[in-house]
């Protein structure tokens, strides 16, 4: 079994910071990592992934705002968001996929063509 949690979601005003958490049953350094959000009646949009080597990418949209990383000894998927916006504000999805070495992430992320999903964890942005 594939197994994604995410949690660290919750409310924060405009400007504030959440760090999102994704604990998977997973051997991380063999999978790459996508971040997806959804907010009610808006498409699902990918935002972030990680590759196996940890390069990173960002759509523009978070891009200087919000870093991904993960931590492989401890099975554990981080999504740090700063400067948070209420368009920020939506159900948020971590993604695995296994990956060879040397594999990009960003043509995962824009397909949605990950194996495995978590269940999501709330962020709402808002005065």
């Known amino acids: 079994q594939v197994q994604l949690v995410e949690s660290g979601g919750g409310s924060v005003q405009p400007g504030g910071s959440l760090r999102l958490s994704c604990a998977a049953s997973i051997i991380l350094d063999k999978y790459i990592i996508g971040w997806y959000r959804q907010a009610p009646g808006k498409e699902r949009e990918g935002i972030s992934c990680i590759t196996r080597e940890s390069a990173t990418y960002y759509v523009d949209a978070v891009k200087g705002r919000f870093t991904v990383s993960r931590d492989n000894a401890k099975n554990t998927i981080f999504l740090q968001m700063d400067s948070l916006l209420p368009d920020d504000s939506g159900l948020y999805h971590c993604?695995?996929?296994?990956?060879?070495?040397?594999?990009?992430?960003?043509?995962?992320?824009?397909?949605?063509?990950?194996?495995?999903w978590g269940q999501g964890t709330q962020v709402t942005v808002s005065s």
């Open positions: 993604a695995a996929n296994p990956a060879w070495p040397g594999s990009a992430c960003d043509e995962h992320l824009g397909r949605g063509d990950f194996g495995s």
